[in-house]
T-cell receptor
């Protein structure tokens, strides 16, 4: 089955700096890679996603890159703000969305 | 965008009682719904996958007689924790999938068994 590794487990950055979270996956059949933000006591919320036919996607301060050959994808947050503080999960899915495999999560702390 | 409503958000129950958690897709038909359990500071652990009108598929190690899942319609799935015990206390999260909407999570239910 699919195995998703995520690093780092915790990340502290100064407000305004950039944050990068990296994930690797094992199943070459995976073709959809969402990123979720989870605030304390709440369910995960989709913040950005990328499909395997695209190498990079950007939405304002958030961007995701995908390297299919190396089987890794990364989340980039620029100009971080305190409200970006949360736990971020990467995930990998194969066709039909029948099962998703999550990374272990990264706790991001943005220091004002 | 797609919205999944999960209720209740918090529930406290006594040992030995049963608790039902509801998950509804509000603006799309969810062909597949998933139930997760999350322990503090850990990732989401898939418990079971349910397709409308059929029996749920449980992950290894998850007791199907303890965690009853019903997916009777394309917009509603329920998880019933039967004969709850303190070790069942956890954060339970549902998600719904539709090929056109991807994968959307509910807001989670904090279950405390006392």
């Amino acid at each position: 089955g699919e195995n998703v590794e995520q690093h780092p487990s915790t990340l502290s950055v100064q407000e305004g700096d950039s944050a990068v979270i990296k994930c690797t996956y094992s199943d070459s059949a995976s073709n959809y890679f969402p990123w979720y933000k989870q605030e304390l006591g709440k369910g995960p919320q989709l913040i950005i996603d990328i499909r395997s036919n695209v190498g990079e996607k950007k939405d304002q301060r958030i961007a995701v890159t995908l390297n299919k050959t190396a089987k890794h994808f990364s989340l980039h947050i620029t100009e971080t703000q305190p409200e970006d503080s949360a736990v971020y999960f990467c995930a990998a899915l194969s066709g039909g969305y029948q099962k998703v495999t999550f990374g272990t999560g990264t706790k991001l702390q943005v220091i004002p | 965008g797609a919205v999944v409503s999960q209720h209740p958000s918090r529930v406290i129950c006594k040992s030995g009682t049963s608790v039902k958690i509801e998950c509804r897709s509000l603006d799309f038909q969810a062909t597949t719904m998933f139930w997760y359990r999350q322990f503090p500071k850990q990732s989401l652990m898939l418990m079971a996958t349910s397709n409308e009108g059929s029996k749920a598929t449980y992950e290894q190690g998850v007791e199907k007689d303890k965690f009853l899942i019903n997916h009777a319609s394309l917009t509603l799935s329920t998880l019933t924790v039967t004969s709850a015990h303190p070790e069942d206390s956890s954060f339970y999260i549902c998600s719904a999938s539709d090929r056109g909407h991807g994968y959307t999570f509910g807001s989670g239910t904090r279950l405390t068994v006392v």
